[in-house]
């Protein structure tokens, strides 16, 4: 049996490694190469790191283009009525002149850094016209031919699609966004103006709002010159709802309206320290979304979000969710020095110039397409008494049935079914002793789970359902669609995290995870010697999925597990090797297989 997986070229990176490739000897910047393809390439500044040695030379070196990261925002320009400060604002813009760097401007309207004043006013419709129209061509009209772009709204549509409730918009209504548009254009009819939000860089709900939002400020021929996508992405994206195709059909649509459409904001996080597997990971991202915004005549820019790995907005996240000191997810480590993410995004310049590449990046579109074989054997059982075949890898799991399983935590009726055990992970603490062992079978009736996990220190009670992911607990995955490539979750696919706080014995399970609300899962959770098992079923034949086990019938299947330590996960351990980055809850196509065994063949 030979099975192909589309994103498996993760395996060749494990292969060849980062420091098989030649030297990175071109020593053209940055900013010529983007240039030479007239396009920009940013950063995002803060004035108070402009002093610390590196910085501004790094700036002024590799980029063309300036976004200040927070010094055009309501409560600094405008902290109290009328009163408004420049200073900040000044300084950044002079070192963009001096430096011949465009500036972007970010951003004259937004639901965070809004002054008190204002948030907590009680204005009339009128009112809060007034001020917007006071505040807009202040700022505006005082960097008038200066600022050549300005994010005029910056998230107006929250995370259900739906228009954000911010003080702008219940002081005013829908229509602030017209209206402020309006405004900024009066203050300057030469400043090419924005909507930008985050979340919504490919094909999804909160793209499509935002599509249809600016569809009609377009027939309406509000002023309204271009869509910033953020880009605050998290490692491995690419392979997924950011795929080239993604991206491409997004700028695409977008462009079509006639919208110029920047990446404004990029980065990409990912959980603990970054390992040269994760730094390579993130350089194809890096060349990814670079090289589908340039070769795409509607997209005009590249902005990253920082310049230096010691100065992201994710080391000190107000949402503590991202919150990672070690995180590194910028072109330029703490040094400044170049990483690979940057030789990768020069690449794709270079590539457009038919110059030659310095890494193996450059590959075009391919690198989202590659597919590599995973040689299958013949199912062997390695010892006489298992009631199905050894697994292949992280590839494949033989699921005995017809077994019968009580869901009781004792793992007696387990016995002979094969048992995997998974210790490796993208995130790991020093010393890890945390380990995964696993099994499935099936019966009539339900198909059943058993993890039993080695933890020295079962960790919960900390998070609710809401956040279950954050602390101790053992993730199942299934895909019964039948289409394993799918990349989106849909009706048959589920993904069912149970939590370790079961061991409290809670009225109703813990649980949580992607469609799991649809499994009408049942678990139990009881502490072992050295940790705690996890016993859970699902049905086999509900509203949701019909799962049909027969010999050697597949399905797509994927375990992890969540441990912690303390306030938040430090451990995640993944069973496919289709899932470098903790993409699973996003992506099905990266599950492994999981194929029903029938023991009386
Ligand atoms: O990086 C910015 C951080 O320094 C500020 O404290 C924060 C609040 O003003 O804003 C951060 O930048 C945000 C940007 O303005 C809009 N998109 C999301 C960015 C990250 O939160």
Known sequence: MLFRHRFSYVLFLFIFGWASLPAQEDTTSLRELADANNFFIGAAVYTYHLDTPGHEATLSREFNMLTPENEAKMCEVQPRRNQFDFNRLDELVNFAEANDMVIRGHTLLWHQCMPEWFANGDFSREEAIGIMRDHIMTVVGRYKGRIRYWDVVNEAIDDNSQMRQTPWQQFIGDDYVEIAFAFAHEADPDAILFYNDYGAEGLNAKSDAIYAMVSDLVERDVPIHGVGLQGHFTVGDTRNWVSPTNLGANIDRLGELGLEVQLTEVDFRHD???????????????????????????????????????????????????????????????????????????????????????????????????????????????DALQLAPDSVGGAVYYAAFPIAIVLDGNTDDWVNIPRVTVTDGPTLPMDNDTALTFAVAADNDNLYFLAEVQDSQIVYGNYTTSEWYREDSVEFYLNTTGDLEATAYQAGIAQIGIMAANLAQPESLLYGGNNSDQSQVSAIVVESSGGYVVEALVPLETGFWSIKPAHMETIGFQTHLNGSSGTDRDTKLIWSIFDVADQSYNNPSLFGRLVFWDVNE
């Open 272 to 382: 603990g320290d970054a390992s040269d597997d994760i730094l390579e990971l993130q350089a194809r991202d890096y060349y990814s979304i670079t090289h589908t915004c340039l070769i795409n005549p509607h997209c005009t820019a590249v902005v990253t979000w920082g310049v230096s790995d010691q100065f992201t907005w994710l080391r000190n996240s107000n949402l503590g969710f991202f919150n990672n000191p070690n995180v590194e997810p910028l072109l330029f480590d703490e040094e400044y020095d170049a990483k690979p993410a940057y030789h990768a995004v020069a690449d794709a310049f270079r590539e457009e110039l038919g110059l030659d590449p310095v890494t193996e990046f450059a590959t075009g579109n391919d690198a989202t397409e590659t597919e590599i074989a995973v040689n299958i054997p013949e199912p062997t059982k390695s």
